[in-house]
């Protein structure tokens, strides 16, 4: 019998996305990024708080390859500082918003009835608030750190995850799989951890990614605004807002931060919608 | 009288990430006018790709005919260019399928779509041809049928909606018509209407009919001549009564060995050993030989020709080569 | 001969159009109207129906999978629904199904040996890992795969080999009561043959007892020892298979087994074995008998009384006014 050779699903996905180009991009940003937040303390030139007022406004040279900002700070180094708190940020939120959406979203796809509305119900409601202003009304009600942005980050990500999940749970219901998995005696909680949930993946997968531009955005946003994280750490959005007054006269001191900001986030972007293309025809099986 | 439609040597290929699928391989078959021809066989033996074939629908990439002539009226459709064959599909070769649901348009009414198809190839104005499609749900047996022209197929039973197809693919009196397993996603108790008008149709249309079915009991009650195909390869083809009472190939007994009958019963299936042959890659000379108890050491070295053993009944098999 | 599963006026209900907090519903869904048959220990009843028969319906409700909105169906002497509170292990271990579709039935991200093996887990019938790979390699030669395939996904498997391992899932706790909902449906023929042949094998070497529904009466006729008819929730004719070929009473199971296409010669003329009409949504049954918009022989009576469930003859069911 001649039988096809089977190769492991994530070697099939990785081609698939290999062939987008675009995805490639994405995927070489993305990492670019994830290196200079790990890698931070080895390959930043200076040190991101260290003041020089002489050499304030420096424009872009051989010593300091993206110049220097207002207090004499070399704008690389504190750049890639920057990708490390904002990955920070990141990573943070968006584990916090996973729990907790995959877990409204797989209890209301999989029990339906009154708890699904409930929970959808609730979800409606954060949705109901544009955005930025939700994240923006948490923050100022706890008051400007770190922590409080994490909190007001991932509270705001929720709904969009129990969205995804609960599509993705209710898909996987239908399947004679789960009529079987009760058929032998599962319990419901096993059912949903190992049946449905792993089938439910892909399409969280790729709400992961795409969110992660969202929440860079959005905390850049609100950096800018002032209501994240505080100078003199050297958070892109933070450095925007300090910048804005230098725009005539040392425009680089805006520009870089700005341009980090864009690219990462069309990294992700990228990345994402590279990611859904490749792994929707696996779901087709 | 020349044949209708004539199929030789057709070969379609689809080139894919795991290899080339050799969907069809070298095909050769002919229909007469007023003939119902029976396609039959099981899954990947390359039935619906001849049709999908014959009527220039074979999406390309990763599909393309390679090799061979199909000659319809005696032009050669492989020649021609997309434009011209637009012009033949619908109007001189018309194709039902297995799924009614999904062929129609879910947004548009049932006579629009009917006079949509009429006006593409006649120009006739969409009023007039929705007057045209309330005649034609007459002549399928649609109740009702000023009413249903201005119906969803959403509104429509599968019986009904595979109605309406027929009525589409007969508004313009096709010469051929494909009939791709027009029954096989409708309930039991509605299978005879369908076929049965199929055959009332042809027989008042005088068109020819390719019907493609993986049941021999719809191809024995329906078709004058039928073709068994195996792995993109006819292996035999005869007329429905000598191929049915008489079968030659080893494929064709196994089949009819291993169906329950409704009509009778059977103690034990006989069983065909193995496994239907993998796609991108068949196996040496004959491709049934891995499953067949007759086979001998030509059968793995030499494709068997496809040849008549007796009138109007031929077989592809070494056991029957002289 | 012992019953083992019987049901006794089940129905079936669903609700169309409840409200979001307490609001009545405007319909019901008539999916099972009053079924009742029962199924001998080793014997196999055949369930056929078209769409909208309510059979599928009727499977998951002897699997306990769905309650009954009325009626009872007993298993070993014991009503299910108290089976199932006080017991439900053990009932889960003696009933078991094989599904349709072998594409949907068995879970993507399980390994054969865990889809085989979990039941056995859960249940304890396996002191270690090592015992428990053993013993889904036994079953799995035993339906006809190879021990190599523990470690594979479905995914790797063709449609056939598929249902070798749903039906091998279905053995592994050892069941005596197999639901079987269209097994080889989706099947090619060859494929078919190989599986009813290995459910007959295993039926004999294991004494099991099936419920075999399906919409094919030819594989119905091989397979069952038992047939009952179903028609918009209700049975129509039941009897032992021999007798419901030969002599089909009910108007609805002869009009069906006529217009079946057969391979005969001469070759039957279909036009005159047409059934009328179309099939009616259960939402909007007909009065009187499901069947009588379609049926023939359809008399007054028939349109506004809905016939008795009767033994006409030893063991042969009907429910028609006109037999």
Known sequence: MTEKKIKHPAFVIWNQLKKNKIAVIGLIIVSLYVFCAIFAPYISPYDPTKQNLAESFQSPNVRHLLGCDDFGRDILSRIIWGARISLLIQLSSVV???????????????????????????????????????????????????????????????????????GAVLAVRANEYIVGAKAIGESDAAIILRYVLPNALSPIIVQTTLRMATVLLTASGLGFLGLGVQPPNPEWGTMLSSARMYLRAAPHVAIFPGLAIMITVLGFNFLGDGLQDALNPRLKE | MEPLLEVRDLATYFYTDEGTVKALDGVSFSIGQGEILGLVGETGCGKSV???????????????????SILFNGRELLSLSEQQMRHIRGKD??????????????????????????????????????????????????????????RYPHQLSGGMKQRVMIAMALS?????????????????????????????????????????????????????????????????????????????????????????????????????????????????????????????????????????????HEVACHVYAR | ??????????????????????????????????????????????????????????????????EPSAGSIIFDGRPIDEFLKDNPKQFRRRVQVVFQNPFASLNPRMTVRDIVGRGMKLHGLAESEKELTEKVAALLVEVGLREEHLNRYPHEFSGGQRQRIAIARALALNPEFIVLDEPTSALDVSVQAQILNLLKKLQRLRGLTYLF???????????????????????????????????PLHPYTQALLSS????????????????????????????????????????????????????????????????
């Open chain 3, 260 to 323: 079946i296409p057969k391979i005969s010669f001469p070759p039957e003329d279909i036009e005159t074995k047409v059934i009328e009409g179309d099939i009616p949504s259960p939402v909007s049954p007909p009065s009187g008998c499901p069947f009588n918009p379609r049926c023939r022989k359809a008399a007054d009576i028939c349109r506004e009384i809905m016939p008795d469930f009767r033994e006409v003859k030893a063991g042969h069911w009907v429910a028609c006014h006109l037999v």
């Open chain 2, 50 to 68: 001849t049709a999908t074939s014959i009527m220039g629908l074979i999406p390309s990439p990763p599909g393309k005919i390679v090799q061979g």
């Open chain 1, 96 to 166: 916090l918003a996973l729990i907790i959406g995959i877990l409204l979203g797989a209890l209301g796809g999989y029990y339906g009835g009154k708890i699904d509305e409930v929970i959808m119900r609730f979800m409606d409601i954060l949705l109901a608030f544009p955005g930025m202003l939700l994240a923006l009304a948490i923050v100022a009600m706890l008051g400007p750190s770190l922590r409080n942005l994490i909190i007001a980050i991932g509270v705001y990500s929720v709904p969009q995850f129990a969205r995804i999940t609960r």
């Open chain 3, 213 to 247: 529904i399906s919409h094919n009466l030819a594989v119905v006729r091989h397979i069952s020892n038992n047939v009952a008819v179903m028609y918009l929730g209700k049975i129509m004719e039941s009897s032992p298979k021999g007798e419901l070929f030969s002599q």
């Open chain 3, 1 to 66: 001969m012992s019953t083992l599963v019987s049901t006794e006026g089940l129905c079936k209900y669903f609700p169309i159009g409840r409200g979001i907090v307490r609001s009545k519903p405007i319909g019901w869904v008539r999916a099972v109207d009053g079924v009742s048959f029962s199924i001998d220990a080793g014997k196999t009843l055949g369930l056929v129906g078209e769409s909208g028969s309510g059979k599928s319906t009727t499977g998951l409700l002897l699997l306990g999978l769905l």
């Open chain 2, 172 to 312: 313009l009196n096709p010469k051929l018509l494909i009939a791709d397993e027009p029954t096989t996603a409708l309930d039991v108790s509605i299978q005879a209407q369908i076929l049965s008008l199929i055959k009332r149709l042809q027989r008042d249309y005088g068109s020819s009919v390719l019907l493609i079915s993986h049941d021999l009991g719809v191809i024995s009650t329906m078709a004058h001549r039928v073709a068994v195909m195996y792995s993109g390869l006819i292996v035999e083809q005869g007329r429905v009564e000598d191929l049915f009472q008489d079968p030659l190939h080893p494929y064709t007994k196994g089949l009819l060995a291993a169906i329950p009958r409704v009509d009778e019963d059977k103690d034990e299936l006989a069983v065909i050993e193995g496994t239907l042959p993998n796609p991108t890659d068949p196996p040496s000379g004959c491709r049934f030989h891995p499953r067949c108890s007759l086979a001998t050491d030509a059968c793995k070295i030499e494709r068997p020709p496809l040849k008549a053993v007796k009138p109007a």
């Open chain 2, 93 to 150: 070769i018309a194709m039902i399928f297995q799924d009614p649901a999904s062929s129609l348009n879910p947004v548009l009414r049932v006579g629009f779509q009917v006079a949509e198809a009429i006006w593409a190839h006649t120009g006739t104005p969409i009023r007039k041809g929705i007057l045209r499609a309330a005649e034609l749900f007459g002549l399928v047996n649609i109740p009702d049928p000023q009413k249903t022209v201005n």
